[in-house]
């Protein structure tokens, strides 16, 4: 198993820009969450997806959308890239949205500038 | 509203001594896990041990240790003789039971660095 994989590890965007960051997760997982990572800040939640053709929005979900078509992806959108959008984006995944006790499996991250 | 808070933002240990990362949270749910993962210089998120909120005994893992008191809210992580490897950021982590709504809170880390 690959495990999660995100696309790409690093990308420099320009004000403006949109782009979409890749995740997938080759586990059969229900639960698919991505997170952002600033310093001083841990990681906190953007969006999340209980199964395919649900999302819902975490602490962070302003100028970034995602959809769920199937279980194994769910892509990260920026829509229109700002400076405070720099960061690292982690994709995660878990057995079950409803057990408690699974952990989440991350990816590798993707490290983003906006200029 | 779910809240994690590590009040230790580095730590500095000799190696091969035990060394105790704090973690405290706030829920009004009384059914939680929590977590706690290990972040080295690489960047990967790494899996270290969960502890439900109505497990009886402290969890293990290994030289990890999870020290859960309930009544205090804290779940303090111990590492037992500790090692260079160790050296990374710390995070704790709490995941509250809302049926297909479960989110994962995370506190701000713990940086440890072990000392030769």
């Known amino acids: 198993n690959a495990g999660v994989t995100q696309t790409p590890k690093f990308q420099v965007l320009k004000t403006g820009q949109s782009m979409t960051l890749q995740c997938a997760q080759d586990?059969?997982?229900?639960?698919m969450s991505w997170y952002r990572q600033d310093p001083g800040m841990g990681l906190r939640l953007i969006h999340y997806?209980?199964?395919?053709?649900?999302?819902d929005q975490g602490e962070v979900p302003n100028g970034y959308n995602v959809s769920r078509s199937t279980t194994e992806d769910f892509p990260l959108r920026l829509l229109s890239a700002a400076p405070s959008q720099t960061s690292v984006y982690f994709c995660?995944?878990?057995?079950?949205?409803?057990?408690?006790?699974?952990?989440?499996?991350f990816g590798p991250g993707t490290r983003l500038t906006v200029t | 509203a779910q809240k994690i808070t590590q009040t230790q933002p580095g730590m500095f240990v000799q190696e091969k001594e035990a060394v105790t990362l704090d973690c405290t949270y706030d829920?009004?749910?009384?059914?939680?896990?929590l977590f706690w993962y290990k972040q080295p210089s690489s960047g990967e998120m790494i899996f270290l041990i969960y502890q439900g909120s109505y497990d009886q005994q402290n969890a293990t893992e290994g030289r990890y240790s999870l020290n859960f008191q309930k009544a205090r809210k804290s779940a303090n992580l111990v590492i037992s003789a500790s090692q260079l490897g160790d050296s990374a950021m710390y995070f704790c982590a709490m995941i509250i039971s809302n049926f297909g709504n479960e989110k994962l809170t995370f506190g701000t880390g713990t940086r440890l660095t072990i000392i030769p």
């Open positions: 586990m059969n997982h229900e639960y």
């Open positions: 995660a995944s878990s057995y079950s949205p409803s057990g408690l006790s699974y952990e989440q499996y």
């Open positions: 829920t009004s749910d009384p059914s939680y896990g």
């Open positions: 997806s209980v199964g395919a053709g649900i999302t």
